[in-house]
């Protein structure tokens, strides 16, 4: 291969994830407007139509957190600390837009702090209803027309019907290979380790969806026609909760006796798990999607008629996932201070030995520096599985 010739597959999602900022820096060089964003909330669909690059905004494990102190709480959330402290370190200095949402306190307290220290030319914050009732969606879709205004206003040009519905197909088909990726982890052992997979999706999270299409395709076959890198381990791990974002934690837990088989994390399956639906107003569409099938425990599910119906109605469609992958084992995963996931810790404790599959849970510190004293508890753990 010449030295001079792009890598490609799973050697350019490595490259993409060690250097997250190289192609938005690259493309801004040729005029391409980047805008970042907090959470799975933010319609990318609309930042696409405009031709605009979305970046997902997140921290680093291998960054102390100093700046941060000064504007946000230690009892706030660790992630978004980690977020704003290496934003305001100049991590994101490219950035050109920026859209916060209301996916829970800590995003919404650093998403208005943001806009006022990072001074990007254009900020927006998608207010977001905690409930997904008809009436939620259609005061979400009024909340993503404002949204679509001030791009628009940023971009000096309108969306067209035509340009929405392209980067609609745009994104369901990266859903529809992201789900093709996860189904290779089905087999056991897994055709592509849970590492393997994180620097893929947080590679997608990046790059133009074009690109991030075609670097699923080229993954996709390339994993398919290798041999299997994976051996059987005594654990087919389930992930539950805040998201992981590097690799030296995955593979930490990897090499304690489990293969990672599926995420259900803002990282993870969440985006991805359903295709926008195709409807007579595509932004109607676009916020039933993002409302009622981002599952999030930010957002409320209807009440049952008793505890066990309310588990139900909360994570029943985990009963699918474990099913599916073949689960023998879950990790709760609970950044310190992330209190939507942590309030859910005993309700998905519940739910999973009621489904016979064991839990461990962990609130960690989001650091790499605090990985390594975690690594006797996930061994022990698979020692009761095997």
């Given amino acids: 291969m010449s030295e001079n010739k792009k890598s490609t597959g799973l050697a350019r999602a490595h490259e993409l994830y060690s250097h997250r900022s190289q192609r938005a820096r690259e493309l801004k060089a040729e005029g391409k407007k980047a805008v970042g964003y907090f959470c799975c909330f933010p319609p990318l669909e609309l930042i696409t139509a405009l031709d605009f690059l979305p970046v997902r905004i997140l921290g680093d494990m291998d960054e102390p957190i100093t700046v941060a102190d000064g504007y946000l709480p230690t009892v706030m959330c660790i992630f978004y600390r980690s977020c704003f402290d290496v934003g305001m370190k100049g991590k994101y200095d490219y950035l050109e837009g920026f859209v916060g949402s209301h996916a829970c306190d800590g995003a919404e307290r650093t998403s208005h702090i943001w806009r006022n220290y990072m001074k990007t030319p254009c900020n927006f914050f998608l207010d977001m209803p905690h409930t997904s009732s008809p009436e939620a969606v259609r005061f979400f879709k009024d909340q993503m027309t404002y949204f679509k205004e001030a791009l628009e206003e940023f971009a000096g040009k309108k969306i067209t019907s035509d340009r929405l519905e392209e980067a609609i197909s745009l994104h369901n088909r990266q859903r529809q290979l992201a789900r093709e990726l996860f189904d290779l982890r089905k087999p056991d052992p897994p055709l592509i380790s849970g590492s393997e997979v994180l620097q893929v999706i947080i590679s997608l999270m990046v790059i133009p969806v074009q690109e991030g299409n075609q670097l699923l395709e080229e993954v996709l076959q390339e994993v398919k026609t290798r041999p299997n890198p994976t051996g059987k381990k005594p654990g087919r791990l389930l992930i539950w909760g805040s998201l992981i974002d590097h690799t030296a934690f995955t593979g930490l837990i990897e090499s304690s006796g489990f ?127 095997g």
Wanted: with cysteine; charged share 25%.
């Fill in 259 to 385: 293969n990672i088989v599926v995420e259900d994390t803002a990282i993870g399956a969440r985006p991805f798990w359903h295709d926008v639906q195709s409807t007579e107003d595509p932004m109607y569409g676009l916020a039933k999607h993002y409302l009622e099938e981002v599952k999030c425990p930010r957002t409320f599910a209807k009440s049952g008629k008793n505890y066990r119906d309310d588990l139900e109605n909360r994570f029943g469609y985990l009963k699918e996932f474990a099913k599916y992958w073949n689960v023998n084992a879950v990790y709760a995963n609970i950044i310190r201070n992330c209190d939507i996931h942590g309030y859910e810790v005993p309700a998905i404790k519940d739910y999973f030995e009621s489904l016979d599959l064991p839990v461990l849970i962990v609130e960690q510190d989001y650091s790499t520096a605090a990985l390594e004293p975690l690594r006797t508890r996930f061994q022990a753990f698979a020692e009761t599985i």
